[in-house]
């Protein structure tokens, strides 16, 4: 059975690389054109001309932003669990636990999330070169909490979606497209000028939302969550998506099934 959540986690790594691929395209051409736009000098002289005026490149930040891009793929990982509904009949009746069946499901969507993020990583590390921003790339802990935040709401968002799944089986597509709606369309609705009660019941919401837990990194007002601090976002969103995925599995290895 995990052969086969393998065969999925590579059909969505395809569909991702596409993606990626026609990203880092725009990007080269992009950069060509400023090239040319600048009579040929070289990319680092157009963004890189002093180093007095620009800041360092934190590689922190590029490993958190190839690890938020991989998003994409997160609900898809998800509802992997799930993807098994129809097969249960066969899948229950390996002689391991029900849950040692879901821990393998669960390592291999978090090998899928690792791919996808060395995906994203290299992608970004070619734009950043192409634009002659290495030398500026810069190693240290202060952005290892963003990494860590990054990894976090993946949890979250990958155990609401497992367990939206599980209390709906065989229907983890549709899991997937209602995620997506919630996860876009509830920070706008916390922003909207709504009545009193309406906008408190809209903040409160909020909390149950991934990206919500990204937060920014300008002023407070600018955060949807009472909490700023990235670390303290990040143990509330991994703490949310753990307890998700442990309700799910539960859901999903008593599950009554028939021959």
């Known amino acids: 059975m995990t052969y086969v959540a393998w065969l999925r986690v590579r059909r969505v790594l395809l569909r ?87 821990a393998q499901y669960f ?54 979606v497992l367990l939206a799944a599980a209390l709906f089986p065989g229907r983890g597509n549709a899991m997937i497209g209602v995620s997506w709606a919630f996860a876009l369309f509830v920070p706008g609705l916390a922003l909207m000028p709504l009545p009193t009660l309406f906008h408190d019941i809209a903040v409160a919401i909020t909390y149950l939302d991934p990206l919500a837990y990204l937060g920014s990194n300008g002023p407070e007002s600018d955060n949807l969550l009472v909490f700023t601090s990235p670390g303290i976002r990040a143990a509330a969103a991994l703490l949310i998506g753990v307890v998700a995925v442990a309700v799910g599995t539960r859901l999903w290895a008593t599950r009554e099934v028939t021959a």
């Open 16 to 102: 991702y690389g596409i993606f990626l691929g026609i990203l880092f395209a725009l990007a080269i051409v992009s950069i060509a054109t400023a090239l040319a736009g600048s009579h040929g000098h070289h990319a680092n002289m157009l963004i890189y001309q002093h180093k007095s005026h620009t800041e360092d490149i934190g590689f922190g930040w590029i490993l958190a932003g190839a690890i938020t891009a991989a998003y994409l793929i997160v609900p898809a990982l998800g509802a992997n669990l799930d993807a098994e509904y129809r097969a249960a009949a066969i899948a229950f009746t390996r002689p391991i636990s029900r849950y040692v069946l879901a």
């Open 107 to 160: 390592a291999v969507d978090a090998a899928g999330l690792a791919i996808a993020a060395v995906m994203g990583l290299v992608i970004a590390l070619s734009v950043v070169g192409a634009l002659g921003g290495f030398p500026y790339v810069t190693f240290g802990p202060d952005t290892a909490v963003h990494v860590v935040l990054a990894l976090c709401v993946a949890v979250m968002w990958y155990g609401w």
